[in-house]
């Protein structure tokens, strides 16, 4: 039984590509809302129309390509897996340059619909700003295509460059959507859960630099104008324990009405996960497991936990966009990566309705000032600062942003502004006083006072 918004989006798909030989549709829905499954039913409708031969589909992680093989092969009733008596397969975007002559040319003999998702990874324009994926499926898939299908919960690129094959109002370089289906709408169709956001502050701060003291009334002050840095925040154990003290409180209170519910710590670093899942299971007495790019294969980890009593798990960007994993309802965020595209992918992670009593969803977090304002704005679906921007002085500037933040991803030492790394000493917490060890072998000291909570409840 298809949603209403899927049901109404299908039968507009369908349409424009009655009427059209070649046709490009664009489905914006929010993180959560059942992409996939409306995408398989338009191709089990153009089977059915004999409208085509094929359909291949796309997307930025194996896990996603993953799923989407399981959601085509449930509704075309066959195995999906590109074999053959298979009506098609799944793919991720990285596969694409490595999928040889044979193939294109065999694809090209046929009627082919192909469905991208999360396209926003793409990027094309005619300046050289590209990226691979863009070039590959501009190069390779746009010309031969029947009809072709993207979708996206969150319609920008963090370095606000075009996303490949999307129209682009003019001249205020808003995305142009066939179909829109937002967070508030979900909501209200009970598709989605109502989030609620978590922002921690601390109040009567102060930094011991040498022989210096510096005073601050909140974690944004301090942030600004001393030389702590958010990195030193998300790793710091007086810091992780309140959050995860928070979360597992929250899950607790959750699973007393829906015992399968799970908890999603997303981390900043491998040792950093590790730290944490520690943490969980010695300190907080949890079931904990963990999962990153290291592991030799994440997709059974994420399976396993998926169907599993496990109360938390602890990812590296592992678990971000296109997973469906419906008992997850919590979640701390404690990344290094700050981009609004980011943050509500993660949030999309708790968002996926179940069958389960209680559908709460709660996202902890740290009150830094970019976060702040990505919460503020979550019911936005597309912000006014996420548009697609031609200045070049601007995307340089986003393009050093960009290596920043990835090479945070990639490093697990303390990023510092100064010679010396900088250690934390959050008091007054609720809980969890004792066995507390400094995660670095700092010198200068941050004093804090009590801990204070801003809830954002949306779409009240």
Same mark, same amino acid.
């Given at each position: ?14 349409? &424009?590509? /009655? ?55 449930w509704k075309l009733e066959c195995c999906f897996n590109g074999g053959l008596g298979s009506l098609g397969g799944s793919y991720t975007y990285q596969s694409i340059r490595f999928l040889d002559e044979n193939f294109w040319n065999t694809v090209c ?8 998702? !999360?396209?926003?990874?793409?990027? *094309? ?5 590209? +990226?691979?994926?863009?070039?590959? #499926? ?9 009809? /072709? ?13 075009? #996303?490949?094959?999307? !129209? ?7 995305v142009v959507c066939d179909y829109h289906y937002g967070l508030q709408q979900a909501v209200e169709d009970k598709v989605c859960r109502r989030p609620k956001i978590v922002l921690i502050d601390n109040e009567h701060l102060s930094v011991k630099a040498?022989?210096? +003291? ?26 992780? +324990? ?13 699973? =007393?009405?829906?015992?399968?519910? $799970?908890?999603?710590? @997303?981390?900043? %670093?491998?040792?950093?996960? &590790? ?11 949890? %079931?904990?497991?963990? @999962? ?9 980890? #994420?399976?396993? *936990?998926?169907?599993? +009593? @496990? =109360? ?24 290094? @990566? ?6 509500? =992918?993660?949030? $999309? ?24 304002? *990505? ?28 290596? *920043? ?24 917490l609720d809980a969890v006083q004792n066995d507390v060890h400094s995660y670095f072998e700092d010198h200068d000291e941050l004093r804090l006072g009590d801990f204070k909570q801003r809830v954002i409840a949306t779409f009240i």
């Amino acid at each position: 039984m298809l949603r209403t918004w899927q049901a109404e989006c299908a039968a507009q798909v369908i349409d &424009k590509f /009655t009427s059209n030989k070649r046709s490009h549709f664009f489905c914006q829905a929010t993180p959560g809302a059942g992409k996939t499954v409306m995408a398989a039913e338009v191709a089990k409708r153009l089977f059915q129309e004999g409208m085509i031969d094929l359909v291949l589909c796309f997307s930025p992680s194996i896990s996603v390509a993953e799923g989407m093989k399981k959601t085509f092969s449930w509704k075309l009733e066959c195995c999906f897996n590109g074999g053959l008596g298979s009506l098609g397969g799944s793919y991720t975007y990285q596969s694409i340059r490595f999928l040889d002559e044979n193939f294109w040319n065999t694809v090209c003999k046929y009627r082919v619909l192909v469905v991208f998702d !999360e396209i926003h990874h793409c990027s *094309f324009d005619d300046e050289g700003r590209s +990226n691979s994926w863009g070039l590959e #499926i501009v190069s390779k898939i746009q010309g031969f295509a029947r009809y /072709t299908l993207a979708l996206s919960g969150t319609p920008w690129r963090s370095d606000r460059l075009p #996303i490949v094959m999307a !129209e682009y109002s003019d001249p205020d370089g808003k995305v142009v959507c066939d179909y829109h289906y937002g967070l508030q709408q979900a909501v209200e169709d009970k598709v989605c859960r109502r989030p609620k956001i978590v922002l921690i502050d601390n109040e009567h701060l102060s930094v011991k630099a040498g022989n210096d +003291n510096q005073y601050f009334a909140s974690i944004l002050d301090c942030l600004k104008q001393s030389d702590i840095s958010y990195h030193s925040v998300i790793h710091n154990e007086d810091a992780m +324990n309140y959050i995860l003290n928070s979360g597992c409180q929250k899950l607790a209170q959750i699973r =007393q009405e829906s015992p399968n519910a $799970g908890g999603l710590v @997303v981390a900043a %670093s491998i040792k950093h996960a &590790k730290h944490i899942q520690k943490r969980l299971i010695e300190h907080f007495h949890q %079931s904990a497991c963990i @999962v990153t790019y290291h592991h030799d294969n994440p997709l059974n980890e #994420i399976e396993s *936990f998926r169907h599993s +009593n @496990v =109360q938390w798990i602890v990812s590296v960007g592992m678990i971000s966009e296109g997973t469906d994993i419906p008992r997850l309802q919590v979640c701390c965020h404690m990344s290094s @990566v700050k981009t609004e595209l980011y943050f509500r =992918q993660v949030l $999309g992670r708790i968002l996926r309705v179940n069958d389960s009593p209680n559908q709460e969803a709660w996202l902890y977090t740290f009150a830094e000032e970019s976060l702040i304002g *990505f919460a503020e704005r979550i019911e936005q679906d597309i912000p006014e600062s996420c548009q697609f921007i031609k200045s070049h002085e601007q995307l340089e500037a986003l393009g050093k942003t960009q290596s *920043f933040i990835q090479a945070a991803m990639s490093n697990d030492k303390t990023i510092v502004s100064r010679d010396f790394s900088i250690q934390l000493n959050w008091s007054k917490l609720d809980a969890v006083q004792n066995d507390v060890h400094s995660y670095f072998e700092d010198h200068d000291e941050l004093r804090l006072g009590d801990f204070k909570q801003r809830v954002i409840a949306t779409f009240i």
